[in-house]
């Protein structure tokens, strides 16, 4: 099995992940809460309220688990590629894979990748959406003093199931999608690239961003149904499932709620995506 495949998800995983986090913070709060008035007036009220830092609140889980959730994702992907075509990384140029194959492989990716991501992203989301400021002393506590309080309180008081709360949202957010993500990705590869040859560095970075816009545009809907299951259960339950979720939001707010925080979404997806596929192809042909 080859082992660069999830070492180079990895490694491209985390170069993403912290150029992006800012706008998954002002998202999130998008999202789940409704205080704010729109991008402009959350990213006002986080500064002056939190500074610089509050864009960064949630960070340290997923940057420690982006080697597990990126290297399952290019890793499943890769292998399940693998073992459709009997192509190798390295082979693929010469003899593509179908587009069914790339998606398949892409869904079983993604579906794998939900499950280690699940627990993560919760405590993520859960400390994005603190509020208060840096704690100094005598100031008033947030709930969670960090990610390992935060998954100790939520095993302690939700059970080990309240880790994996929302799940089944994430589940179905990312398996299609990221079926979805690697087509685009190697659709617009194959595009503009001479047949048997590697993507240059530019084909690399737009196939990448675009790939990231195309599947995140088809997420939001179950990424705003995944934020709310898993803020539900921090003051009592209010939800009775997804489903309740999904009626419950759409009578409260109208259709318009499942596209929030889709223009961050698609703002944050092309730099990150862009930069993990670059760093990912970087790395595999730099072991070959
Ligand atoms: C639409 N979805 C869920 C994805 N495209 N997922 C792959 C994510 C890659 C990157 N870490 C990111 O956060 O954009």
């Not at 302690?156 to 087509?183: C, N």
């Amino acid at each position: 099995m080859p082992v660069e495949e999830f070492v180079a998800g990895w490694i491209s995983g985390a170069v993403g992940l912290v150029l992006g986090h800012p706008f998954d913070t002002v998202k999130v709060r998008l999202q789940t809460q409704n205080t704010y008035r729109g991008i402009v007036d959350c990213v006002l009220k986080t500064y002056r309220h939190e500074s610089l830092l509050g864009f960064f609140k949630g960070m340290s889980f997923p940057i420690a688990s982006v080697a597990l959730v990126n290297s399952v994702l290019f890793g499943v992907y890769s292998n399940t590629l693998m073992a459709l075509t009997t192509t190798s990384h390295q082979e693929r140029r010469a003899q593509p894979p179908s587009y069914t194959n790339i998606f398949i492989a892409g869904c079983t990716g993604g579906l794998l990748q939900a499950y280690c991501l699940a627990p993560f992203d919760l405590i993520k989301v859960r400390l994005q959406n603190q509020t208060e400021p840096r704690v100094q002393p005598g100031s008033h506590q947030p709930r969670y003093r960090g990610p390992v309080h935060c998954a100790a309180s939520i095993f302690r008081e939700e059970g080990p199931q309240g880790l994996f709360r929302g799940s089944w949202a994430l589940v179905l957010r990312d398996t299609p999608t990221l079926g979805m993500y690697f087509v685009t990705y190697e659709g617009l590869c194959r595009q503009y690239t001479p047949e048997g040859q590697n993507p240059s560095s530019a084909t690399v970075l737009v196939a990448g961003g675009f790939a990231g816009i195309a599947s995140w545009i088809t997420a939001t809907p179950f990424d705003v149904i995944k934020s709310r299951m898993q803020m539900d259960g921090l003051k009592g339950r209010k939800y009775r499932g997804m489903l309740d979720c999904m009626a419950s939001s759409f009578r409260q707010e109208g259709v318009g709620v499942f596209f929030r925080g889709m223009t961050l979404n698609s703002a944050r997806a092309f730099p990150v995506n862009a930069v993990t596929f670059l760093s990912y192809e970087y790395l595999l042909r730099l072991w070959r």
